[in-house]
């Protein structure tokens, strides 16, 4: 499969735990963009990378998450002291910087729930 | 920044009728639009995309329409088929920087009856 992957696809936490999710991007695509969906909802941008730099962060994305894409090639997403608010899906999207190309392609997401 | 909204948020034809879905946006410097099919439990699947330089655009069952204007776009899907029963997001987004993030509208539960 050459598509974009998340790892992993479900994870259950208790409440103040930390948790980390992967990304694996199509593998000539430089740009990788985290997005938090809830149930009903579209996706909402969380944050982007330009190969290993982390260009912009939404302000939804609160001190306790960080992300790193340290190689520009895959990407994690943690979540310290994690709240019940946390509980979404997050997807991970990769694009292509050249040409001119805009499409996102993204990943099956991992499904955080904080119990 | 950029706001999205969608209409309607659930629409119900029957197979082979046609469906449409509308969205607008706030910013006028959004350039390019692209919509996305989730199946129940799936990765959002983009289905077609439309940008700023033209006004429609076509591939098989599905179009796409733009009106730069009103600000405005929506989908089109012809023929409807069971298969085509999923939630379908717009999206609109602009460049800023570097950067493309996407705005998406709050989606639309299309279910096609047999």
């Known amino acids: 499969d050459t598509g974009v992957s998340q790892d992993p696809r479900h994870k259950i936490t208790k409440r103040g735990q930390n948790v980390t999710f992967r990304c694996d991007p199509i593998?000539?695509?430089?740009?990788l963009y985290w997005y938090r969906q809830t149930l009903g909802q579209g996706p909402e941008f969380l944050t982007y990378?330009?190969?290993?730099?982390?260009?912009?962060k939404s302000r939804l994305l609160s001190d306790r998450f960080s992300a790193e894409r340290p190689k520009g090639s895959f990407s994690t997403l943690e979540i310290q002291r994690t709240e019940q608010g946390d509980s979404a899906m997050y997807l991970c999207?990769?694009?292509?910087?050249?040409?001119?190309?805009?499409?996102?392609?993204f990943g099956p997401g991992t499904r955080l729930t904080v119990t | 920044g950029e706001n999205v909204e969608q209409h309607p948020s659930t629409l119900s034809v029957q197979e082979g009728d046609s469906a449409v879905i509308k969205c607008t946006y706030s910013?006028?410097?959004?350039?390019?639009f692209p919509w996305y099919k989730q199946e129940l439990g799936k990765r959002p699947q983009l289905i077609i995309d439309?940008?700023?330089?033209?006004g429609e655009k076509k591939d098989q069952r599905i179009a796409v329409t733009l009106n730069k204007t009103a600000k405005h776009f929506s989908l089109h899907i012809t023929e409807t088929q069971p298969e085509d029963s999923a939630v379908y997001f717009c999206?609109?987004?602009?460049?800023?920087?570097?950067?493309?993030?996407?705005?998406f509208g709050s989606g639309t539960q299309l279910t096609v009856l047999p």
């Open positions: 910013d006028s410097a959004s350039n390019y």
């Open positions: 593998s000539e695509h430089n740009r």
């Open positions: 439309i940008r700023s330089n033209v």
């Open positions: 999206a609109a987004t602009m460049k800023s920087g570097s950067a493309r993030q996407l705005t």
């Open positions: 999207a990769s694009s292509l910087a050249s040409g001119g190309a805009f499409e996102q392609y």
């Open positions: 990378f330009q190969n290993e730099a982390q260009l912009e």
